[in-house]
């Protein structure tokens, strides 16, 4: 055995409760999770720290780090067409890297082991990545200036996404920004090169309004037609739902990735998350770009998108704490595509961290998944493990 963490708090995320124990790791697969502590290359102890998988943030454009505090308290159109697209067509591919490195850095000390993206110069984004050893779903951004030099760009990306631990989406920015014909060549390329797709949906009323003005349907039926929505599609914000949507969705298998801060921050509205779960869809959190947000914190975007649900539901019993954790888990590692990540297991792929509770804001824990989704913070995270590699040790980047 090559790493062994002793006297942990393990929360499993497989429905078992939390237990006192250790976990050991081969290779990049847990090999073990029990009681016994035994021989090991390395071993951690993990008194005062709570041992869980690590966070699964399954929507953002990483690079945006460079746009923080660039065009904040605007509408969203206003805010692309007039700020972030002026911006970002200046930018380039080595903007795009350290952008990257940034954002990646940020959610890796917070805790956060896989993400999804969607970007230009995606192959930047895969290289870094690559290099800084995180887990990523990486779509290459088209819009409707760019779907001739697509392919190319796809063909670029699968190059320096070629790993299991780093892959390759289509990414289709939205419905109000990509035609029918454009739509269709994304579904086309997609099928050619088995990609997944990521792709933002219903995110605003003025999105919704303007998709039936041109084409007689909701945002969801429009994508649906043209074929785009499947069990391997992760479809971004969701806010402005019918039930027939929400019905479509559920047929399809789409994942859905609930932005709860940044919906708020851009007065997007409030996605029907609670009744998205009760239908079936798996829902997971993501946080955008931190254009919109302002961070990549996922123990904020967790608090907020459960006070979000009881709130607005006017019931405090919606979103509780354990599915809350769930959805930055276990569905969050279903939409990446995976069965043996998201939880504590053995034969799991070893993705996991260790939350310092040993502080005044953790005390006392009469309820520890209670204590990580509405007490915990990103600085709370002291140990990070991706691929069985130990990247952040003491709440430093290694």
Known sequence: MELLIKNALV?????????????????NRIVYVGAEVSDAERVIDAGGKVL????????????????????????????LEDHVWPFE???????????????????LLGGTTSFV???????????????????????????????????????RLL?????????AAAGPHAPYTCNPDTLKRVKELAEKYDLPLVVHLSETEDEV????????????????????????????HCVHLTDGDIAILKERGVHVSHNAQSNMKLASGVA????????????????DGACSNNDLDMWEEMRAASYLQKVTERDPRVLPAYETLRMATVYGAKALGYNDLGFIS???????????????????????????????????????????????EDGRLL
């Open 11 to 27: 929360v499993p995320m497989t429905g078992d409760d939390p237990f006192m124990g250790s976990v050991g790791v081969d290779g």
């Open 52 to 79: 869980m998988p690590g966070l699964v943030n399954t929507h953002g454009h990483v690079a945006m780090t460079l746009l923080r505090g660039y065009a904040d308290d605007l509408p969203l159109m206003t805010w």
């Open 89 to 107: 067509a200046k930018m380039t591919g080595d903007d795009v890297a350290r952008g990257t490195a940034l954002g990646i850095e940020e959610m």
């Open 117 to 155: 993206d969607m970007y230009g110069f995606e192959e930047r984004v895969a290289e870094e990545a690559d290099r800084l050893g995180i887990r990523a779903l990486l779509g290459a951004g088209v819009l409707d200036a760019s779907i001739e030099r697509y392919e190319e760009t796809l063909r």
């Open 159 to 167: 190059v320096a996404a070629a790993t299991d631990r780093v892959r």
């Open 209 to 236: 309004r303007m998709i039936r003005e041109r084409y007689g349907k909701t945002s969801t039926e429009y994508l649906d037609e043209l074929g785009l929505l499947g069990p391997r599609t992760i479809a971004a």
């Open 272 to 287: 029907r998350v609670t009744e998205l779960l009760r239908q079936g869809v798996n829902v997971s959190l993501g946080t």
């Open 346 to 392: 053995e034969g799991a792929l070893a993705d996991f961290i260790l939350v310092n509770v040993d502080t005044p804001h953790m005390q006392p824990i009469h309820n520890i998944v209670s204590n990580l989704v509405y007490s915990g913070k990103a600085s709370d995270v002291d140990t990070v493990v991706v691929d069985g590699k130990i990247l952040v």
